[in-house]
């Protein structure tokens, strides 16, 4: 029987692989980000505190900027940490799933992007 449009398989053990390797990753990225925020936190405090005498809101400057950025990727990795946790925990075990370009954009396998 022909097969529509590009399918590729792969054993759960492979996803779980995979999975755990994304885990890691994000879990690494979501770490650097908190420890940046940690680093930045002083900076930004001084910079609020200088604001406030001078009678401003203090809200508006790189260093706060950047560590809001900082603490926006720190969520999204740790949301990616719980995702990729939960989605390898719920694998059947000894199947063969088919795999769409959609399916390996969600495993992070290919790039969110097209080219």
């Not at 930004?44 to 950047?66: L, Y």
């Not at 075990?93 to 959609?102: A, G, K, V």
């Amino acid at each position: 029987m022909p097969i529509q449009g590009l399918k590729l398989t792969m054993t759960s053990a492979e996803m779980k692989k995979v999975m755990l390797e994304r885990i890691a990753f994000h879990q690494e990225k979501a770490e650097w980000c908190e420890k940046e925020v940690d680093r930045l936190e002083p900076e930004v405090a001084k910079f609020r505190g200088e604001a406030k005498k001078m009678g401003k809101s203090g809200r508006s400057n790189n260093i706060s900027a950047a560590a809001q950025n900082f603490e926006n990727e720190m969520v999204r990795h740790t949301d990616k940490v719980t995702l990729f946790t939960f989605m390898s925990e719920h694998l059947i075990p000894d199947e063969t799933y088919i795999l769409d370009e959609n399916d390996l954009r969600k495993l992070e396998v290919l790039p969110a992007h097209d080219y």
